[in-house]
C-alpha cells in the first residue's frame, strides 16, 4: 500500500495498542457486524446517555486497517453528543468515498485522516469502514 509512511504509523500504533478495546459489562445494546470478503469482525457495545455517547467498547479480529480504524472511531466519538458523532461519521463515509482525492478534514476526524490513503483501495473501504457501520447501526438503534 502507498501509504503515507507518518499515516501508517498512526495505524500501526492503534492496531499494536487498541483503544477501548475488551467489551464492558454495562450496555444499552451490541452489534456484531463483519466484513467477509477481508475476514474481519467486530462486535461493539454501546451505552448513550441523556443524547450523548457515553461509552463505546468493542472486540474483534481482522486485518490492521479494520482494527485500528474501529480503535480511532471509538476514541473519536465517545464522550460525543449523537449528533455531533454522526457528523464525524459522515466526514469519515465522504473520505472513504473520496478514491484518493480528499485528506480529510483533520478538525473532526483528527487521527482518522490516517484513512485517507485507504479511500485508493476498493477492497480496504470496508476493513475501515466496518467499525463505524457498527457504530451507525448501534446508535440508531438506541436512539428510534
Ligand atoms: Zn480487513
Avoid at 475488551?22 to 457486524?33: R, Y
Avoid at 473520496?98 to 473501504?125: C, M, N, Y
Amino acid at each position: 500500500m502507498e501509504l503515507d509512511s507518518l499515516y501508517q504509523e498512526v495505524i500501526l500504533d492503534h492496531y499494536r495498542t487498541p483503544l477501548n478495546k475488551g467489551l464492558s459489562s454495562e450496555k444499552d445494546i451490541q452489534v456484531h457486524h463483519n466484513n467477509p470478503s477481508c475476514g474481519d469482525e467486530v462486535t461493539l457495545n454501546l451505552t448513550m446517555k441523556d443524547g450523548f455517547v457515553k461509552q463505546i467498547t468493542w472486540d474483534g479480529v481482522g486485518c490492521s486497517i479494520s482494527m485500528a480504524s474501529t480503535s480511532v472511531m471509538s476514541d473519536l466519538l465517545s464522550g460525543k453528543e449523537y449528533q455531533q458523532a454522526m457528523k464525524v461519521l459522515e466526514a469519515f463515509v465522504e473520505l472513504m468515498q473520496s478514491k484518493g482525492q480528499s485528506k480529510g478534514d483533520e478538525e473532526l476526524l483528527e487521527d482518522g485522516v490516517a484513512f485517507a490513503g485507504v479511500s485508493k483501495f476498493p477492497a480496504r473501504i470496508k476493513c475501515a469502514l466496518l467499525g463505524w457501520m457498527a457504530f451507525k447501526d448501534a446508535s440508531t438503534q438506541v436512539m428510534a
